[in-house]
């Protein structure tokens, strides 16, 4: 959906380089040919996985730090390789498989310190796949129960702080699907069921930037099912809130022509 901002490449830039040095510098199908996988010392084999990944060889870097966990997986080398596979294939655009190597890490350490860079990756994936309003939602609501896992779970960390911003962005995405889909009963002069979605923009994503429009497109939808008293409130709310804006304009002379004996604040 979106470029990678400056911000999220620098979180995730600080972290790749927090769990190298952890590191001290020094499996499963599907994997690239080239990659070899033959029996070899933990650090020879995630120095050779660390090496791919500074190249921009993503897949062969996820599927090598796979192999360190499968060929050595009681060592310390194996928990920071499944972090370092997520990673991999999270920058490869396999978000699926970086979601999977993200929660394995999540229940075999659930405790550990990198904890909240993992659940930080699976809501980026989820992010990265949301869709245009136009198409289903689902990964849009994945990815905001994910960044507010994030902000629940590490409220201090610089993850929850990028995941706050997000939850905006998810926000006002969602939004703009109830309005999208509002104003389509709307023109199918589907009032009563155009009036419940663009309702459901102001009880739930009132901080987005699609609320005044919803409010308007309320006092349209009450003034077309002949509620004008409804239609008022509305119009004052978007007064009271918005008096700047072209929707309480709009709002006002809708009103003005239409309920004209219904004082409009």
């Known amino acids: 959906m979106h470029a990678r901002s400056p911000l999220k490449l620098a979180v995730l ?6 769990i ?11 994997k690239p040919k080239d990659t070899a996988f033959v029996a070899r010392d933990v650090d020879t084999l995630y120095r050779a996985a660390k090496d791919r990944l500074d190249r921009g060889d993503t897949r062969v870097a996820a599927a090598l730090f796979d192999e360190v966990e499968r060929q050595h997986p009681y060592s310390p080398w194996a928990r920071r390789a499944q972090l370092m596979s997520s990673f991999s294939y999270y920058v490869a655009k396999d978000y699926n498989k ?26 980026l994936c989820y992010y990265e796949q ?15 129960n994910a960044l507010n896992e994030v902000v629940r779970r590490y409220p201090g960390t610089r993850y929850a702080a990028d995941a706050r911003l997000k939850i905006d962005l998810v926000n006002d995405h969602l ?15 589907r009032w009563l069921a155009a009036s419940l979605r663009f309702r459901n923009v102001i009880d739930q994503y009132q901080t987005t930037s699609h609320t005044p429009e919803a409010l308007f497109r309320l006092v349209e939808t009450n003034l077309a099912m002949g509620i004008p008293e409804e239609a008022q409130k509305a119009a004052a709310v978007l007064g009271s809130n918005y008096p700047g804006s072209e929707w309480y304009q709009k709002a006002f002379d809708l009103m003005q022509k239409h309920a004209a004996g219904t004082k409009v604040s």
Request: glycine share 12%; charged share 20%; with cysteine.
């Open 20 to 30: 190298s040095l952890t590191a001290g510098c020094g499996g499963r199908g599907g």
């Open 130 to 144: 949301i869709s245009d309003v136009s198409r289903d939602q689902k990964n849009t609501l994945l990815a905001l």
């Open 175 to 189: 939004a703009g699907k109830e309005m999208e889909i509002g104003r389509f009963y709307e023109r199918a002069g």
């Open 98 to 123: 970086s979601v999977q190597a993200a929660q394995r890490f999540l229940e075999i350490h659930p405790g550990n310190r990198d904890a909240p860079y993992a659940y930080y990756l699976i809501a």
């Open 13 to 18: 830039a600080a972290a790749t380089v927090a």
